[in-house]
Structures are given as C-alpha cells and as structure tokens.
C-alpha cells in the first residue's frame, strides 16, 4: 500500500512543536489547511503541522468506489466487521511519520497526533500502540473499534469531540470509546456539541486552548 506525501506548513521560525493530523474518509492531506487561521496558534510556538494523505483504496460501503481511505469500510454499522490489518497497518504509517519528526530533531513529547472519522481512529490507534511520550491526541467525530488490538502505554492526554446530531458515527460509539479510554487509565477531556459529523466554531475554540496548554515556548 502506497501512502502520498504529506502536507506539511513549516512555522516562520525553528520547529518546536508537531501537530500530525489525520482527515477523513474521502479527503484529503488539504482538508484542515482553512482550520489552521482559525486556530490562531502563535507563531513564537514554532509548531510544524503536518497532514498526511491516506493511500487510494475501493471502499466497500461505497460500492468499491476508489478513494482516499485509511481502511475499508464494510458497511452502515461501523461495529459489525473491521477491517483491523488496514486500521493497523495505517497505524504504522502514522507511527513512521512520528519517527520522521523525532529523526528531524522534534522532541517526541511535543508531537501531538490529531485525526478526524477514520483519521481519529487511526490516531488513537497509533497512539495506544506505542511507548513513544507523545503531547496527547485529538479525537474529532470518531470511534474505537474493539476489535483493534492496544497496548496500555502511559496514560495519554485525549481531546475526545463529537456531535449529538451526528449521522455516520454514531454519538454513542463515541461515548463507548470515551469510556473504554478511561478504563485504560487515559486522561480524556470529552467535548459535545449541536453539530453532525463536522467541526463548530465552539469546538475550534476548545481544541485551541487543549493544544496551548500542551505548548510551551522553548
């Protein structure tokens, strides 16, 4: 499986921070660019955010149709039959790309992993994978099949966020995730809001201060 390059968008000044993040079914490394203003994360941060591009595949529920995914599909229920070797083998991709940063000199525990829908739950995949300090996780509109096999690494730092009208992964797959996280000794910061499978401006705002308060100036 051939996975494109990333997006990356370089600070002004040195690179102190990472944010990889992760987009959704049928996007792409481009998705988040029109977020990152929004963010408004200062520059004396020096954060390098870097959005990889997952490899083209047919998916399943949508008929076999060819397009950027993580992992198939199989069908509406999300929790009826995973496709745990692609969940785990993009995994790996994401862990790769987080052994990128540390080889380009980026501290392993200012490297914060973040992803959307299916990017969420390869994020957290990743994250609950391996030893590795990372800065935590951004789990936006996502879920986390159990049939997923996880390590019980030091307890993560999660931003958890989904929508009480969401259509595709349902509000209480999340929550489950949330608990099962919990459960596993992880320190989860849930956020819900009046939106469906998307993003709000609330959100925007309590992801911006969850990620400050994991940066610091060097």
Known sequence: MEYPPSVEIDPPGPARHSVIWLHGLGADGNDF?????????????GVRFVFPNAPRMPVTVNNGYVMPAWYDIYGMDLMARIDVEGILRSADHLLKLVDGEIARGMAPENILLAGFSQGGVIALTAALRTDRPLAGVMALSTYLPRAVPLQSPAPRDIFQAHGRMDDVVPWQAARDACTRLREMGHRVDWHEYDMAHSLCAEEVV?????????MSPA
């Open 206 to 214: 309590d992801m911006r201060e969850w990620m400050l308060a994991r």
């Open 33 to 45: 660019l029109p977020l990152l203003p929004e963010l408004r994360i200062p520059e004396e941060l």
